[in-house]
């Protein structure tokens, strides 16, 4: 079994920065890929960044240029660092393992609430 426990979320204003972290642990034998998502209330949840094995990383439109996605394989820790943040970014930010098919979360953490306010 694999845990995934994510840090790092909070109030900040917009225009602000957070970086978030998740950090797997257990019986981490085969990873495609980590992603991060997001749920905000009453919306379906949304890919965020991916970063694949290969480094290669993907993100939605909303957040290039302003979110980095990147990984310390040493530490089993993938980060989302957030800058320029937006009332529109506040959601629940969730970390998810791909460990079979691409784009295919199998393991989810609890997730960390970001929001964005004046």
């Known amino acids: 079994q694999v845990q995934l426990v994510e840090s790092g979320g909070g109030l900040v204003q917009p225009g602000g920065s957070l970086r978030l972290s998740c950090a797997a642990s257990?019986?981490?034998?085969?990873?495609?890929?980590m992603a991060w998502y997001r749920q905000a209330p009453g919306k379906e949840r949304e890919l965020v960044a991916r970063i694949a094995n290969s480094y290669i990383t993907n993100y939605r439109d909303s957040v290039k240029g302003r979110f980095t996605i990147s990984r310390d394989n040493a530490k089993n820790t993938v980060y989302l660092e957030m800058n320029n943040l937006k009332p529109e970014d506040t959601a629940v930010y969730y970390c998810g393992m791909e460990a079979r098919a691409a784009y295919v979360i199998d393991y989810w953490g609890k997730g960390t609430l970001v929001t964005v306010s004046s």
């Open positions: 257990g019986s981490i034998f085969s990873v495609n890929a």
